[in-house]
């Protein structure tokens, strides 16, 4: 016998950092309630609460499926996003809109924060408001940092584009040697970062190709072990290209940029502006500039980018990314139908030699606000990657354009 | 009756800034020189004429066809390419190398600067060494500055980059609203940099699409007038995206950098080392941070991306492109098997309603060291592009990914 559910209306958002699947997620969340007899209404929050709250709803009930299908495959975040952090009476103002607009079902597209706020909502009003609310947290991050999941929608299409820049930017600096850095998004973790190994290929140049050298959050930054690093790279290949987490972090946990520099942003979470800056990738030049000199004290070429949000939303996903957003969500709903009345997804990977997925239920708690790192395995000394990581990371991005050399 | 043609070997190299299809245009050097006779040897310089001074050469004479299609579809110069811009002592050596390796055809894929190589090896060849050497320029550069070209090979892939990667960070900036700035290769001229109006699509949301805001190196830059435009559109849309030509220029003439910076590298050409720095965006990111405040004295949110090299080198040519990029050098060998005995290659376009480009044989002279800039026709404005523009850049992009909204 099918579960009885709240009889009401559902509502959806999105949250945090944009990926290039998250509409698959949204789409897949709405189309999947349009199944279910308790649901009335499918509503949408424009830019996350902050919409529920101030009354920025636009509906999903009847948005006609072929015009849905094109958002899914449109990057970025179609409802509008935020970096709102809700506390507990910014959550008894969501639980109020949702009474308000009879919202009986609320699922939410986002990391680790969003879950947590998930876990608040369906707490406060279940709870000291006495109102009965169902909440689902649909995990999206480019970072990969939410625990209990073998990965995350968002991630594979973010490795995706490292693995292709990263393919290009070096056979750009092979024809052009020098020294070549460049910085990507990962404040915590550093996975993509990581992914940056995939540009090496399979080939017999897998040692000679870019990137040399890998620096991730999770293994402490020594500016004079990494000029020792590049001058040794650069003695072998006469060039050296070089992957750097946003994130890097000195040994006592403070963010590289933080000692380099002053005056800078911090966002309502109170964590400093990493991304849309070039300063951390420019002062890496000039330490490598100042401190390594060719033979009759010539300088390096020396060469910063600082790949910025297009690595989020850059219109060619992965597509094993691009159906498994689809299907965490339909996962969710799933949840919801069978009678759970709160919970998060998780991507499991499924033993075997081809590659498969299957997802599991998790409660809220067990991921809200919780951050995962690459373990140990999957680092290789203080500079690279394992092959284990490599191996695990393949199969999610798609297949790479196949490069050829003289 | 077929012209008779100095037999000997056939040398060929890349210069200058790589791009997506310069592979396209060296292997069909290499294929079309083949079917000469008057061919022995074909040969590749490694890094342009440094390889050629320096005896850094490879025999590409039978380099089996399949593994030059494969390096044909891998972006950058494949040879290695050079900033060198020899004098007439270096090309002197050129000359003198050409001669120890009996070199009687010369194939110089690049930009301006390689014509003009191209213009005094051949003149020092065949006036002062008396050696005859027959010397031909392949145009290639993602700036898109030659002279007497509708376009060159390497800008439509260049430009499609900035279709795509402005489309998506719009949409990133309209889920997450703020100021965002990025910036764009091109020294000179502005046809990349206008390129990014692609982005805004042919749908009823193109007055809403980034990028709302232009700034090109022709139109001088005032810091006044550009906090003023970005008010103005954030206020109509509560956003604003900009596209800023690395090269804008004071009205005077000087490079913005300059008057923001010192210390900045220096190449061989004396010029200041605009790209691979992200500088300049993070000036203009703080210039609108201090003078733009919200109601209550609230901070904007700026973010600043520099598009670094992977803009002219991103694994996903325009099809068009690739397509000229071979065809343009497959017209030089043609020139050379005609019997002309130097010259260069301009791609014209044909009247119709269709897209149809010509190749025209041009003298080296007058392309060499010339600089092509946007045309007033194709600038609207101080800070857009006209609509001129856009019919004439958008049939060179191919097939750019649909989104939708809701």
Not at 100 to 112: A, E, L, M, Q
Not at 182 to 205: H, K, S
Not at 364 to 389: M, N, Q, W, Y
């Amino acid at each position: 016998m099918p579960p009885s559910l709240p009889k009401g209306n559902a509502i959806i958002g999105q949250s945090g950092g944009p990926t290039a699947v998250i509409n698959q997620s949204l789409v897949g969340t709405v189309l999947a309630l349009r199944e279910l007899r308790a649901v009335k209404k499918i509503i949408g929050m424009r830019h996350g609460v902050n919409g529920l709250v101030a009354d920025q709803l636009v509906d999903l009930t009847r948005t006609p499926a072929r015009h849905l299908e094109a958002v899914a495959r449109t990057p970025s975040a179609a409802l509008g996003s935020s970096r709102d952090k809700p506390d507990p009476e910014y959550c008894a103002r969501i639980v109020e809109a949702c009474r308000k607009h009879d919202v009986r079902s609320f699922f939410y597209i986002g990391g680790n924060d969003s879950s947590d706020t998930c876990r608040i909502v369906n707490e406060i009003a279940n709870t000291r408001e006495n109102y009965e609310l169902r909440c689902f947290h649909i995990p999206k991050t480019i970072d990969n940092d939410l625990v209990l999941s073998d990965h995350t929608p968002g991630f594979p299409s973010a490795a995706r584009f490292q693995a292709m820049a990263f393919a290009a930017d070096s056979l750009d600096n092979a024809s052009l040697p020098g020294v070549k850095i460049n910085i990507v998004m990962g404040r915590n973790a550093g996975f993509l970062t990581a992914a940056a190994a995939l540009a090496r290929g399979e080939g017999r140049d897998r040692d000679r190709n870019g990137p040399h050298l890998l620096y991730l959050p999770e293994v402490p930054f020594e500016p004079a072990r990494f000029l020792a690093d590049v001058e040794r790279v650069y003695a072998r290949l006469g060039r050296c290209q070089i992957a750097v987490s946003e994130g890097i972090q000195t040994a006592d946990g403070r963010p590289i940029i933080t000692t380099l520099m002053q005056g800078l942003d911090r966002d309502a979470h109170g964590n400093v502006q990493l991304s849309g800056v070039g300063a951390l990738g420019d002062t890496l030049a000039d330490l490598v500039r100042t401190n390594i000199k060719l033979a009759g004290g010539r300088s390096l070429r020396v060469r910063a980018d600082t790949f910025g949000y297009i690595q989020r939303a850059w219109p060619d996903p992965s597509p094993v990314d691009a159906r498994e957003a689809r299907a965490a969500a339909r996962f969710a709903v799933r949840m919801f139908a069978k009678g759970d009345t709160s919970g998060s997804v998780a991507i499991v990977r499924e033993k075997g030699r081809a590659y498969r997925a299957a997802f599991r239920p998790v409660e809220l708690a067990d991921v809200a606000g919780k951050t995962r790192h690459l373990p140990p395995e999957f680092i290789a000394g203080h500079c690279d990657v394992s092959d284990a990581f490599v191996k695990w990371c393949r199969p999610l991005v798609g297949n790479l354009p196949p490069t050829a050399r003289l």
